[in-house]
Every structure is written in C-alpha cells, then in structure tokens.
C-alpha cells in the first residue's frame, strides 16, 4: 500500500519538473536573440556614425594640396576605431542569434545613414523643398523601424551550439549539399553572362554579390560561434571545419567586395543600397534556413509575421535610397574651389 502511495506521489511530481525545463530553454532563447539582436544594432550604428565621421573629414580636407591630409586628423582615427568597434559587434551577434535575425537588421545602417547624413548636409531648406527632399526618406525611416521590430520579436529560436561536430554535420547534410550545388550552377550562369555577354545589369551583378555574400554569413555564424564556444572553455579550434570555415569566410568577403567595388563604378549607390538589401538579406536568409535549419519548429504565423517584417523593411530602404541622389550628394571628393559664388544667383 505504501509503494503504491509512494509511486501516485511521483507521478504528481512528474509534469511541474518537465514542463520547467522547456520554459527555462525558451526564456534562455529569447535572451540570446536579445543579446544578439543588441549587438548586431549597435555595431550597425556604430558603423554609419564611423563612415559619416570618415566621409566628413574628407570633405572638411577636399582642397588641402597633401592628399593624405585626413590621416593627420583625430576624427578619421577615431572612424576607423568606431568603424572596428562596430564590425566586432556585428561579428559578434552571430554567435548568439540566428542568422535569420541578424542578417535583416542590415537596415539599421541604412536608417542611420540616412538620419546622419542629413544632419550633416546642414542645407538652407524651403519647408516645401524639405517635405519633396526627405519626406519618402521619414516615411522609410518609421516602415524599416516597425520592420526591425518586427523582425525581433518573430526571428526564429533555433539555438543549436557551434561545435566543430554540428557544423560538419550540416556541411554534409543532403538539403545543404543541394542547396550548394544550385548556388554553384547559379553563380557560375551569372558569372559567364556577367563576363562573357557583357550582361551589367544590376540585378546580376548584385546576385553575384549576395550569392556570395550568403556563403560569408554562413561561415561568419560559425567561425563566431566556434569562437565563443572556445572562449566559455569549450575548446574548438582544434577542429579542421574551423578553419575551412575561416578560409571561406575571408575568400567569399573578399570577392563580395570586388564585385561591389564594379557595380559602385556603374551605378548610383543609392540604387546599390537598396537592391542589394534586399537581395542580400532574401538569399542569406535561405542559407541560414537550410544550413542552420533556422525555422524548424517554428509555427505558421511566427513564420509570417517574420516575412511581413522583412517585407516593410525592405519597402523602408527602397524608401530611403529612392531619391536619395535628388539631394546634394554627400561625398568626400568634393572640391571647395569649384563651389559656385553664392552671389552669382
């Protein structure tokens, strides 16, 4: 009689213990998406203030005779500092969220930008001028805001540990496996139009860009990931993947910016800005979904709610970068002996 007391007892106890466990896990879940999402803003943030900072002093330094001027300057130093803070925080945040979260949070630096540089453009504005100018750029500003917030608070809660045995596991898995061979026979199609028939338009161009730019956030989540583990003293550098992955990260970096660099000398960089954003981010998105299995578990409307936020995000930045050119350009090759006499109009 008392076994069978003692038996009811532990069954009573059962549910509370394992219904506590996944509530701990989710809560922990959400607090590294936080982490991560925090990170990934601040260093985006840091790194529009960095570049506005750097393309400032180049305009304050335009008509000095020593080219090299700026590098005598405390503010150029301290862009370059800012600009590395920022690129740290960002590398960092994807060690602690998924993939899936942080690579749209690239609209952060858009807003910024936009915000910073009219601040420092510092013209005479006609309310009239000022509402036609910037009023598309305010209304993107709100839609890539509510889009962020979106995004933060529907972002996928996979939370899987980069050890060097995982990372392999889903290099060889067959969905990553195919996914690769797609993106190999894609990018090679639009690499010999691009060469060969001559094809410039901005869309190939830009897929190039994101094809490879989809492999860089792929491994920069994991070389991150590995290192994290490594500093908490769960050593991984000891495992080959780790620098197969460091490899492709540098390599892939490398090339992105190559291409970026050929379609900065054709086209206008609001335009750039824009449609690489959302191209980019579709297409990482995809890589972290199938590499990282980003969104198994997920329900139906988290997943939606998630596309929706993507989706005013990038409505936001077409806003912003939309008529960005019609404004005077915020350039650092700008020379102030060719500005014409305010008093000639």
């Not at 690129?87 to 690239?106: K, M, N, Q, R, W």
């Not at 045995?165 to 496996?177: A, C, K, M």
């Not at 960005?324 to 650092?332: L, M, N, Q, S």
Request: proline share 4%.
């Amino acid at each position: 009689m008392d076994r069978a007391h003692g038996a009811a007892l532990q069954l009573r106890q059962l549910p509370p213990t394992s219904s506590a466990h996944p509530l701990t896990e989710l809560s922990f879940s959400y607090k590294e998406n936080l982490i991560g999402a925090l990170l990934a803003i601040f260093g985006h943030l840091v790194v529009s203030i960095a570049l506005n900072l750097q393309k400032y002093c180049h305009i304050r330094l335009a008509g000095s005779k020593d080219p090299r001027a700026y590098f005598k300057t405390k503010t150029w130093w301290l862009g370059l500092f800012l600009m590395l803070l920022g690129e740290l925080g960002v590398f960092a945040s994807y060690a602690f969220a998924p993939l899936s979260l942080i690579v749209p949070l690239g609209a952060v630096s858009v807003i910024a930008s936009a915000i910073i540089g009219i601040i420092f453009i510092k013209e005479k504005w006609k309310p009239k001028d000022f509402l036609r100018r910037y009023v598309l750029s305010f209304v993107g500003c709100g839609l890539a805001i509510v889009g962020t917030y979106l995004l933060v608070t529907f972002a996928p809660n996979s939370h899987e540990k980069m050890t060097g045995e995982n990372i392999t596991r889903h290099l060889v898995s067959w969905p990553f496996l195919l996914y690769m061979l797609v993106e190999i026979i894609l990018f090679c199609l639009l690499l010999y139009f691009y060469k060969e028939k001559n094809a410039n338009s901005i869309i190939v161009i830009l897929l190039l860009v994101a094809l490879l730019g989809s492999m860089t956030v792929v491994t920069v989540k994991a070389v991150a990931g590995m290192l994290v583990l490594s500093i908490q003293g769960n050593l991984q550098l000891d495992y080959p993947i780790f620098y197969v992955m460091f490899v492709c990260m540098v390599a892939t970096a490398v090339y992105q910016a190559a291409f970026l660099s050929q379609a900065s000398q054709m086209y206008d960089s609001s335009l750039i800005a824009s449609v690489g954003y959302i191209l980019s981010t579709t297409i990482a998105i995809t890589a972290g979904a199938v590499f990282y299995l980003d969104f198994i578990g997920e329900d139906v409307l988290h997943i939606c709610m998630f596309a929706l936020g993507c989706l005013i995000a990038f409505l936001g930045v077409f806003l912003i970068t939309r008529n960005r050119k019609k404004a005077i350009p915020f350039e650092p090759y700008i020379s102030m002996d060719a500005m014409p006499d305010e008093g000639a109009g």
